[in-house]
Every structure is written in structure tokens, then in C-alpha cells.
């Protein structure tokens, strides 16, 4: 009988190795593969999550934790049909033009996507049209954007207007976050939540799902 939750420590302390090793073990003896990552991969990241929203862990820590469960879930991947996977939804994420700060950005779209969601990351410096061609594209539920200088969020602004003079504003959730970045300028710019952390952007992209 194979234990998954050695599989979730392994997460948790961050071992890619050995993280590697117990999922290519878990398919050897024939775990169901949406199981390992379900009872093994992801139940370790929310314990990451958890304890990170706590202070009880740190974003180094949590990064190292995000690749234990990516070498898992690469080795898991092209033995699930689409199908399989019901992920809750799309999230198209970004830094904002004019800025390159990107671990924050990374944190949430890890955390995004070991909550269920399929991530389109953009990356960083993403121009206002970029974001734009990305929900025209992708048909994401959710757009979340990132800044960490107070020059660049004003560059939120613009990317909801866009929005609006594209027709796309009312089928997308806009999320942003970062530094200097609060829950009164979201209001100010029409986006619809703000979120402080890689966790909390979580919890409000489900509830926005789940609306």
C-alpha cells in the first residue's frame, strides 16, 4: 500500500528528488494518477500555503516546495486526457509594463495552479495589448496583474479601460496585487479584488469561480 502523504512531506520539505521518486513509485504500483496528485502533490502545497500565509514559511521556502510538486506533477501529466483534469478555470496573470519583479508573480501562479487552475503567465513588462489579446485569446475567467513600483500600477488602470473599450471587461474577474498595491486602489480603478499574498489570490480567484 503506497502512503501519499510521504508523498506530500516530500513536497513540503521541498525535496524534488524525492518527490520524483515516491510519484514514479505511486505509478509503479498503481496509485490513480489524479490521486497522487490530488492526495499527494497538491494536499502538500496547501500545507506550503498554509503555513506561508502563517509566516511559518518563507517565499524561498515555498518556491523549492513549487518544484517538489512540479517534477511530480511533469511526470503525471501525459498519462491524463485533458478530461480528466476539471480544473476550475483559467487565470491569465502578468506583471505590468515597466516592471520586472516576477518571484511574487511566480508565487501566485504556482499557487493558482496547484488550486486547480490552468495559469497563462505573461511573464513581466506585459503591455497594456498584451493582457488585452491574452482574454480575447485564452477566454480566462480571471485576470490578475502584478507591480511592485508605484510608477507602474498606475498601468492597472489603463489595462481595465482597455478592457472595457474592448468589449471583454464584463467576462473576466480583475484581480491585482503586489507591493504597493492595496484593496482601495482596486476599488479606484474598477478592478473587481485585491489580494496580499500567493495564497489569498487563491481564495478570492475560487470564490470568484464559485460565484
Known amino acids: 500500500m503506497f502512503d501519499l502523504g510521504d508523498l506530500a512531506q ?14 514514479k ?5 498503481g496509485v490513480a494518477p489524479l490521486d497522487i496528485i ?3 502533490l497538491i494536499a502538500g502545497m496547501e500545507v506550503v500555503g498554509e503555513r506561508f500565509k502563517k509566516g511559518d514559511m518563507f517565499v524561498p521556502e515555498v518556491l523549492v516546495a513549487a518544484r517538489a510538486m512540479n517534477s511530480g506533477l511533469d511526470l503525471i501529466r501525459p498519462l491524463l486526457a485533458e478530461t480528466d483534469i476539471k480544473g476550475l478555470g483559467t487565470v491569465v496573470i502578468g506583471t505590468v509594463k515597466g516592471d ?5 508573480k511566480n508565487l501566485v501562479a504556482m499557487m493558482m495552479e496547484s488550486g486547480g487552475f ?3 503567465n505573461l511573464g513581466v513588462d506585459v503591455p497594456v495589448e498584451k493582457f488585452v489579446e491574452a482574454v480575447r485569446t485564452h477566454k480566462p475567467q480571471i485576470v490578475g496583474m502584478s507591480a511592485l513600483l508605484t510608477t507602474t500600477m498606475l498601468v492597472m488602470r489603463d489595462v481595465v479601460s482597455a478592457l472595457k ?10 484581480m491585482i496585487g503586489g507591493a504597493p498595491v492595496t484593496a482601495d486602489y482596486a476599488k479606484e480603478i474598477g ?14 480567484a475560487k470564490k470568484f469561480v464559485a460565484a
Open 10 to 23: 516530500s513536497v513540503i520539505a521541498g525535496d524534488v528528488a524525492k518527490s520524483t521518486e515516491l510519484t
Open 25 to 29: 513509485k505511486a505509478l509503479e504500483m
Open 38 to 40: 490530488n492526495k499527494g
Open 100 to 104: 520586472l519583479h516576477d518571484i511574487g
Open 118 to 120: 490552468k495559469v497563462i
Open 165 to 174: 473599450e474592448s468589449g471583454l471587461r464584463d467576462s473576466v474577474k480583475v
Open 191 to 204: 478592478a473587481d479584488g485585491y489580494a496580499p499574498d500567493a495564497v489569498s489570490a487563491t481564495d478570492l
